[in-house]
Nanobody, 122 residues
Framework: QVQLVESGGGLAQAGDSLRLSCTASGRTSRAYAMAWSRQGPGKEREFVAA????????NYADSVKGRFTISRDNAKNTVYLQMNSLRPEDTAVYYC???????????????WGQGTQVTVSS
């Protein structure tokens, strides 16, 4: 089992930056791909970004490409989501996920965090 805890969410204004963190604990000796997804108010959950264990492959939703960057520090069992040029439509609860296989489909990840709220005002 792997436990995931997100942090770094909060209030921001349009154009600001935030960095989300997701720290894993438990069975972290295995190699996990990680992903971020989000669910905005009244919206379905959507894929945001994913990264392989090595960090050599990343993928982004078109809506965040060029603004968000996913990265990881395996020594700290932590994955990050750097969010720049935030927009009001980025307002959502952001969830991180882990799986032994790399997926672009967030629904296929086995382990999930509880989420962290990001609110962007115009």
């Amino acid at each position: 089992q792997v436990q995931l805890v997100e942090s770094g969410g909060g209030l921001a204004q349009a154009g600001d930056s935030l960095r989300l963190s997701c720290t894993a604990s438990g069975r972290t000796s295995r190699a996990y791909a990680m992903a971020w997804s989000r669910q905005g108010p009244g919206k379905e959950r959507e894929f945001v970004a994913a990264i392989t264990w090595s960090g050599g492959l990343t993928n982004y939703a078109d809506s965040v490409k060029g603004r968000f960057t996913i990265s990881r520090d395996n020594a700290k069992n932590t994955v990050y989501l750097q969010m720049n040029s935030l927009r009001p439509e980025d307002t959502a609860v952001y969830y991180c996920a882990a799986d032994t296989n790399y997926h672009r489909d967030y629904a296929l990840y086995d382990y999930w965090g509880q989420g962290t709220q990001v609110t962007v005002s115009s």
